[in-house]
């Protein structure tokens, strides 16, 4: 009966518009109940509606149809020995599936795939942690299920590759393309790829860190493992640094010296005779105060990760940090940073009276204003509140007099 029945509506067009309402509403509830709405009947549709349901219905109307008004029909013709689930099988050709059915066979599926990765790699040695990060409620969960839905086998690569970066972090530096490489594929932890984004979130998972937002901290994130993008062009600028001999002679001889990565991965400590060191944002301040013969570091803008392996070898040897920078976003954001990694920093000479001091005709256009959202210490409120309302810069160069004579009076 059903499949009579079915071959009996196919052969009706003008039920067709119907049927395909029925069917979605089914797979909506999970249930062979509820209302459908039709709208701009058509002749064919009003012709072939008023016979099967018995009731006049006109063309470019709208209309409501329930399963129980089909059901009550069917039950008065040959066809009352029916089943939908049959019905629709033979009309449509396929197994429906509800959405609660399709969301169960979903999750059952997400099961058995984390359930069969975490076996395959069961001697991994970080696999009970990642186990905690599959599971709902994890930092890293969302991400996992959405890449799953996404492309399960790719993410399953991707893990299987993340898991063996994982079991070969180095003892000694390395290249980051050196070890991406493990994985057949040199580029697996660019910057800019999905795998390094995953690569990124599972470490920082597994080592309990806040997920880099910056790329400077994903830099920092990776040195921790012993993996460095570019030991080489990643520097700081110095001036009056002992403690090495590496860095000795250059001190000696009154002269800057430009410290790599690399260089500060191999100096084991590094010192200043008057355990104080300056912090300046730009290199021109450098030749401006090198003959006051104290110890500086430009960082040439927002601290690489040179700078920060260099002043925490200066901190380890009890030194005092100062810093002052140009009065503006850039400038106020490294102070944030800074101060932020290293609270015992003084800022010196960075107040908003030597702001206005100094002020100068540079208008600060408001997509670089958008970078003092970023800057929230309690020290620079007052500086940041004034830029936000003066809205014009100025240099640490044009207060270099002042600067001098604190640096001056601080050795006393």
Not at 14 to 36: C, P
Not at 83 to 101: A, G, M, P, R
Not at 169 to 176: A, D, H, K, R, S
Request: glycine share 2%; with cysteine; hydrophobic share 35%.
């Amino acid at each position: 009966m059903s499949k009579e029945l079915a071959n009996y509506l196919k052969s009706k067009v003008g039920l067709n518009r119907l049927l395909i309402k029925l069917k979605d509403k089914y797979i909506s509830l999970g249930r062979y109940s509820g209302t459908v709405e039709l709208e701009k009947i058509t002749p064919q549709e009003a012709e072939d509606l008023s016979n099967f349901l018995g009731r006049t219905i006109k063309p470019n109307t709208k209309i409501k149809i329930s399963y129980r008004e089909i059901e009550k029909k069917l039950q008065q013709t040959k066809y009352r020995e029916y089943s939908w689930k049959e019905v629709f099988h033979n009309y449509f050709n396929e197994t429906l599936i509800t959405k609660k059915q399709e969301q169960f066979l979903k999750q059952e599926s997400e099961i058995t795939f984390f359930k069969k990765l975490i076996d395959k790699n069961k001697k991994n040695k970080y696999i009970d942690k990642l186990k905690i990060g599959l599971k709902e409620g994890s930092s890293i969960y969302p991400n996992l299920k959405q890449r799953f839905y996404k492309d399960s086998q790719e993410l399953e690569n991707t893990i299987n590759n993340i898991l063996l970066l994982l079991e070969n972090i180095p003892v000694e530096p390395q290249n980051l393309a050196v070890y991406a490489s493990i994985t057949g594929n040199p580029h697996f932890l660019d910057f800019n790829t999905s795998t390094s984004h995953l690569f990124c979130k599972i470490l920082c998972f597994i080592l309990d860190k806040e997920e880099p937002k910056e790329t400077f901290q994903k830099i920092e994130l990776l040195s921790e493992i012993n993996i460095y993008t570019d030991a080489l062009s990643n520097y700081v600028i110095t001036y009056g640094l002992c403690g090495s001999l590496l860095i000795e002679n250059f001190y000696n001889n009154h002269q800057s010296l430009n410290l790599n990565l690399e260089n500060l991965l191999n100096i084991e400590q590094v010192d200043t005779q008057q355990k104080r060191v300056y912090i300046f944002e730009n290199p021109s301040m450098l030749m401006a105060l090198k003959d006051l013969e104290e110890a500086i570091i430009i960082t040439s803008g927002i601290p690489n990760l040179a700078v920060y392996r260099l002043l925490d070898k200066l901190v380890a040897s009890h030194n005092t940090l100062y810093y002052n920078g140009d009065f503006d976003p850039e400038g106020l954001l490294i102070a944030e940073i800074l101060k932020k990694r290293y609270p015992e920093l003084i800022l010196f000479d960075y107040t908003k009276e030597d702001y206005v001091a100094i002020r100068s005709k540079e208008y600060i256009k408001s997509s670089r204003l958008k970078k003092l959202s970023k800057v929230n210490s309690q020290e620079l409120s007052e500086l940041k509140n004034c830029l936000l309302r003066e809205r014009y810069s100025a240099y640490q160069e044009k207060n270099i007099i002042k600067i001098r004579e604190y640096m001056k009076t601080n050795r006393k």
